[in-house]
């Protein structure tokens, strides 16, 4: 093995080059994780905060999200299905297309509750069929929430309840809404759809008399005013609950995220153990990969439910020996491991082939944590934490086909690594970040995202709160109380104080690149150098200024990106570096461009790298 960066001279000095010339054509860049902003947007009202809590994707890369306003000029569109701010907040829906443009948008909630205020309505979540029907679950105290074709009609409580609506393709019409509740509080924070159309809700409840069918746990198991988790399947037609269960032990607990796969369903959250010997225990499987207690702290867990929901598969703890163990997220990779994110105080959260594998700040501070636990439940593929020298939490995760996985959340760590970054630095104290990680935990990216602080009286501050990847997209949404940066806004500027926001990461590509091979050989042992040119920008069409970058590296090496060049004003650019490698030069030149999708060479020149001996 050579690594590119040493040993040029002495291994050129002696060896004979072979110099294989020619276009190796057409690669993305996804291997590298390298992405760019492909449109972000602000979203919101001059007169009151928005956020976005949840955000899900369609097949054809559309994207919707709901989330919180109290703004009275919330941006709805013509014929959605509520235009007016009822109560002190409502929740809204908003369906954007790959692009960027807004589809619709629409507004969520009632206008008073039992005690004479107005009503007060958060959307926590959001999950699309195939048909792009969008299922939104939240928490309400309005008398006069929006319900049609309902399991529950009529709140039971004074305090909050939580709710799943559904809503058309076009954002104009409900096809079911409905409470699920008892007499206390109780609060949907996770929702996901069955491919009959069921939706599947996860949250926490502390109501004795929570609505229960074919249950796994049929009684609260907590001590009140403390919570129990809990997950309801609606029906596909919205008028019954076809499977509902408590789910806890005698301490704290709250689902945070639920997700579907093979039938099964997963769901994760954190505990709060009061004691060792808390009755009842919170739930844990023989074999289970973590069932040990640790008294007066939180534990995340993760637990997998049979397609038989009233059977669990697993059930374990996950956590370290702090005061402060919090899930926010998890996500289902194809071979049915589990990808669990959250934040935590602990020096001895387990980690298992880390990026990093300590905290950076030793444990005074959060940091983020990603784990990926293996589909028996019974250990774990990897586990790593992720932050600096600040407070570093995780919000979000998402995973592609591939098994890489991509977290968001937000962090006040200045020194949080960053890779194939588009904005280096963080830029005041709070921004949001995203990260993407290989199935066996290498970092791919890390990006900061956020803005400078606006100097209008407002708290600087970016979280992003949710994300989705989708045919090598990542599609990221929170929100922002500074400059967040724009390209193809539907709405360029903040209108109030805090506003949503909403994101697309593309690939960088796919870009052209084209090489050259040198083989060098000395005691039969061959060793490939290859140079390749990559244009950065992914551009379409011969145009001037575009950011061209020649890359060398060893057949077991990394890819070392020596100077870049830019284009000229006719699309063409040289590379020459005299020094490369001794006795050696590589020159570059191309010109090229993008027709009806497909790349070619623009112009009489032709692409090429080589290698020279001089």
């Not at 979203?43 to 976005?52: K, L």
């Not at 939180?298 to 005061?323: E, Q």
Request: net charge negative; with cysteine.
């Amino acid at each position: 093995m050579c690594d590119v960066r040493v040993g040029w001279r002495r291994l050129v000095a002696i060896v004979l080059p072979i110099i294989v010339a020619g276009a190796i054509g057409v690669q993305p860049v996804g291997a590298d994780g390298a992405r760019r902003i492909s449109f972000s947007t602000f979203f919101g009202g001059g007169t009151g905060a928005d956020r976005i809590f949840g955000l899900d994707t369609d097949a054809s890369g559309n994207v919707y999200v709901t989330g919180i306003t109290f703004s009275s000029d919330f941006p709805t569109t013509r014929g959605a299905f509520q235009r007016v701010l009822k109560g002190s907040f409502d929740a809204f829906v908003a369906k954007f297309s790959a692009s960027g443009q807004l589809m619709y948008s629409t507004l969520l909630g009632g206008g008073v509750n039992g005690i004479g205020e107005g009503g007060e309505d958060a959307g926590s979540d959001i999950a699309v069929d195939r048909e792009g029907n969008a299922y939104v679950v939240g928490h309400t105290n309005s008398d006069d929430f929006p319900i049609e074709a309902a399991a529950q009609s009529t709140r039971d409580g004074s305090a909050i309840d939580a709710f799943v609506t559904k809503l058309d393709p076009t954002g104009s019409d409900i096809i079911y809404s409905t409470f699920i509740s008892g007499r206390t509080s109780d609060e949907a924070n996770a929702v996901d759809v069955a491919p009959d159309g069921s939706a599947w809700v996860g949250g926490a409840t502390n109501s004795f008399n929570f609505p229960t069918q074919g249950a796994y746990q049929s009684s609260y198991g907590g001590n009140s005013p403390n919570f129990d988790g809990f997950i309801t399947q609606v029906a596909p037609s919205g008028g019954a609950f076809t499977y509902s269960t408590y789910f806890g032990g005698g301490g704290d607990e709250e689902i945070e995220d639920v997700a579907l796969h093979d039938g099964n369903v997963y769901v994760s959250g954190d505990t709060y153990a009061f004691d060792s010997e808390m009755s009842p225990p919170f739930p844990t499987t023989e074999g289970a990969y973590d069932r040990r207690y640790e008294p007066s702290q939180y534990d995340a867990f993760v637990t997998k439910f049979a397609s038989d929901p009233s059977r669990v598969v697993y059930s374990t703890l996950l956590g370290g020996r702090a005061d402060d163990e919090e899930n926010f997220a998890l996500a289902i990779g194809a071979d049915g491991s589990t990808y669990v994110t959250g934040s935590t105080h602990s020096i001895d959260f387990p980690t298992k082939d880390a990026f990093q594998a300590r905290q950076r700040d030793g444990g005074g501070l959060d940091d983020a944590y990603l784990t990926r636990v293996n589909p028996s439940g019974s250990g774990l593929i990897f586990s790593t934490y992720f932050g600096g020298e600040g407070h570093d939490l995780a919000k979000a995760v998402a995973v592609d086909a591939k098994g890489n996985a991509t977290i968001v959340g937000r962090t006040s760590a200045g020194n949080l690594i960053q890779k194939w970054t588009f904005q280096p630095f963080m830029n005041d104290y709070y921004d949001g970040f995203v990260a993407t990680f290989g199935p066996h935990g290498s970092l791919r990216s890390s990006n900061f995202l956020g803005g400078v602080h606006p100097w209008d009286g407002s708290v600087d501050e970016e979280t992003l709160d949710a994300v989705d990847v989708r045919g090598g997209s990542v599609y990221l949404a929170g929100h922002s109380a500074a400059t967040y940066p724009v390209r193809r806004a539907h709405q360029r500027e903040r209108a109030g104080g805090d506003d949503a926001v909403i994101t697309k990461l593309a690939l960088l590509g796919p870009t052209p690149r084209h090489g050259a091979t040198l083989v060098l050989n000395r005691l039969r042992r061959h060793i490939r150098f290859s140079g390749r040119i990559v244009v950065t920008d992914g551009f379409d069409a011969c145009r001037a200024g575009r950011r061209v970058v020649v890359e060398i590296s060893s057949s077991d090496g990394p890819w070392v990106r020596l100077r870049a060049v830019r284009t000229d004003r006719d699309g063409r650019y040289n590379f020459k570096n005299q020094d490369l490698i001794g006795r050696y030069r590589v020159e570059a030149s191309s010109v090229i461009k993008k027709v009806r999708g497909r790349w070619h060479r623009c112009g009489a020149d032709r692409s090429r790298i080589r290698v020279h001996r001089h």
